[in-house]
């Protein structure tokens, strides 16, 4: 079973709207961390948004957001007014075994490709 | 503040030869990681390992072996390279608690095409 599922390969917004970017995750764990990361052309990976398990406010960070339903296993990304510069893959990532002391396994989904239009 | 140095940067190897990906972080982090990019694959997770003298496998291990040296240091080698494992590889570290885990910072990834 896929950990993090991204169900849209691509999405198109006009600049200056919303999109909200789907992620859901399968874990057993209490205790886990959900992040948000931006992968531009250049091929660099660009954390832009944490929220973990035990959070009961939804994360925000500037311009996103982490819409987190913890009964659905839903951590869906939130941009607010679009900008070009936003033109990107966008992945969904979970930090699993955080409380066990070992290694806390870091797993993505297949990304969303975002593409902001005029 | 070099973060998370790897290397090369780029690669072409013939099949059936060998190489070894190697990644340096000082960032103090325990755990290391080490992905592969393929189009529509996302980041698939190979190996990772928690500290010195110890791995796991991820979702893709097969073709690939990894050492940690200490704890700044993970390799990845590619014993017999197969046209199957062109890819780009990532290596990555994270920190931090269970309450206050640190995001995943990443190597600037290494271009290996096998032909």
């Known amino acids: 079973a896929q950990k993090i599922t991204q169900t849209q390969p691509g999405m198109f917004v006009q600049e200056k709207e919303a999109v909200t970017l789907d992620c859901t995750y399968d874990?057993?764990?209490?205790?886990?961390?959900l992040f948000w990361y931006k992968q531009p052309s250049s091929g660099e990976m660009i954390f832009l948004i944490y929220q973990g398990s035990y959070d009961e406010q939804n994360a925000t960070e500037g311009r996103y957001s982490l819409n987190f339903q913890k009964a659905r296993k839903s951590a869906n990304l939130v941009i607010s007014a679009s900008q070009l510069g936003d033109s990107a893959m966008y992945f969904c990532a979970m930090r699993e075994g955080l409380s066990t002391g070992t290694a806390s396994k870091l797993t993505f989904g297949t990304g969303t490709r975002l593409q902001v239009t005029l | 503040n070099a973060g998370v140095t790897q290397t090369p940067k780029f690669q072409v190897l013939k099949t059936g030869q060998s190489m070894t990906l190697q990644c340096a972080q000082d960032m103090n982090h325990n755990s290391m990681y080490w992905y592969r990019q393929d189009p529509g694959m996302g980041l698939r997770l190979i190996y990772y390992?928690?500290?010195?003298?110890?791995?796991d496998k991820g979702e893709v291990p097969n073709g690939y072996n990894v050492s940690r040296l200490n704890k700044r240091e993970f390799s990845l080698r590619l014993e017999s390279a197969a046209p199957s494992q062109t890819s780009v590889y990532f290596c990555?570290?994270?920190?931090?608690?269970?309450?206050?885990?640190?995001?995943?910072?990443f190597g600037q990834g290494t271009r290996l095409t096998v032909v």
């Open positions: 874990t057993s764990d209490q205790s886990y961390g």
């Open positions: 390992s928690a500290s010195e003298g110890t791995t």
């Open positions: 990555a570290t994270s920190g931090g608690g269970e309450f206050n885990p640190t995001e995943a910072f």
